[in-house]
């Protein structure tokens, strides 16, 4: 089955520094990379996705890049504001018609000093 | 629209002890997934259903059941609780073929004692 690494495990950055988290995917196959935010005693909300057939998606100050020949993809956030303080998780699947189980990476905690 | 909903919020049992987790969505979709999150461990899939009537196992399904006789509701059973149960429970949800999105539940803490 598929086997998502993410990395670091946490981020410390100061507001206004760019905070980037990377995760590895095993199955060659897996097409939809979502990309999830968690806030302290929250429950998950989807933030951004990008399909294998897109290199690099962007919305406002995040972004998704994706590299399929290395098998990684990666979040970038931008000016970072303390309300980014959470953990974030990405996660990898194959996705063929209405087939969805994404496997998620162990989440990363993003902190963001004022 | 209220989402998907979770109950209870906290739970604390005692070791062998039996209980069930309720989840309902008012979405109308028709994939729901249970998932248990542990520290520094991400979200694993325990039991997941495409539609009513069908269910499937996850990645750790043991020591759990679930029903599917409604879209609208997934139950997650717990019958003999032991304390590796000790866990936050999301129940999740999405639409059939429009997006794979999945929405969240609010949770449910549990502790086995």
């Known amino acids: 089955g598929e086997n998502v690494e993410q990395h670091p495990s946490t981020l410390s950055v100061q507001e206004g520094d760019s905070a980037v988290i990377k995760c590895t995917y095993s199955?060659?196959?897996?097409?939809?990379f979502p990309w999830y935010k968690q806030e302290l005693g929250k429950r998950p909300q989807l933030i951004i996705d990008?399909?294998?057939?897109?290199g690099e998606k962007k919305d406002q100050r995040i972004a998704v890049t994706l590299n399929k020949t290395a098998k990684h993809f990666s979040l970038h956030i931008t000016e970072t504001q303390p309300e980014d303080s959470a953990v974030y998780f990405c996660?990898?699947?194959?996705?063929?018609?209405?087939?969805?189980?994404?496997?998620f990476g162990r989440g990363t905690s993003l902190i963001v000093h004022p | 629209n209220a989402g998907v909903t979770q109950t209870p919020k906290f739970r604390i049992l005692k070791i062998g002890q039996s209980m069930t987790l309720q989840c309902t969505q008012d979405m109308n979709h028709n994939y729901m997934y249970w998932y248990r999150q542990d520290p520094g461990m991400g979200l694993k899939l325990i039991y997941y259903?495409?539609?009513?009537?069908?269910?499937d196992k996850g990645e750790v399904p043991n020591g759990y059941n679930v029903s599917r006789s409604t879209t609208e509701d997934f139950p997650l059973r717990l019958e003999l609780a032991a304390p590796s149960q000790t866990s936050v429970y999301f129940c999740?949800?999405?639409?059939?073929?429009?997006?794979?999105?999945?929405?969240f539940g609010p949770g449910t803490r549990l502790t086995v004692t």
């Open positions: 199955d060659s196959a897996s097409n939809y």
């Open positions: 996660a990898a699947s194959i996705s063929s018609g209405g087939s969805y189980i994404p496997t």
């Open positions: 259903s495409v539609g009513a009537g069908i269910t």
């Open positions: 990008i399909r294998s057939n897109v």
């Open positions: 999740a949800s999405r639409p059939a073929f429009s997006s794979y999105e999945q929405y």
